[in-house]
């Protein structure tokens, strides 16, 4: 950012996968990162499970905030992901991987500015609690 700030990615799944969808999504791949086996999601607590995944609330809240040109990017940044390196090395090698669920974190330094845990898919924290955590 124009602050000096970065912003790093982790996502479940292979660092093949991460630099596929870094490139898909034009985003500096140093920046994205792959958990394969979940080993950041076990340390920072992150929820899992089967449990998580059914939350159509927080999916009906995450489809309204999102435009249709979006959500036809993203669909297209997977696809071609998976045309590129093949689903299964797109997907982690473990499906129990699949159902972990996401966070957000914000850190000044060695400070937690903004700390998020999705409970269930979708639940993602706003956009606006990570601005205003990143204005501080």
Avoid at 35 to 58: F, H, I, R
Avoid at 67 to 78: F, H, I, P, R
């Amino acid at each position: 950012s124009g602050a000096g700030g970065k912003v790093f990615f982790v996502g479940v799944g292979t660092s093949e996968a991460a630099a596929e969808f870094a490139q898909q999504l034009d985003i500096d791949p140093r920046l994205c990162f792959g958990d394969e086996g979940g080993a950041a999601g076990d340390a920072l607590s992150l929820k899992k499970g089967v449990g998580t995944m059914w939350n159509p609330p927080a999916v009906s809240a995450m489809m309204e905030r999102n435009d249709q040109e979006s959500l036809t990017a993203l669909g297209e940044a997977y696809k071609n992901a998976a045309d590129n390196i093949g689903i299964q090395s797109l997907a982690p090698k473990e499906i129990k991987d699949t159902l972990r669920q996401g966070g957000t974190f914000v850190f000044k330094g060695e400070e937690l500015l903004l700390e998020h845990y999705d409970d269930k898919v979708g639940d993602n924290a706003s956009i606006e609690n990570i601005l205003a955590s990143i204005s501080r």
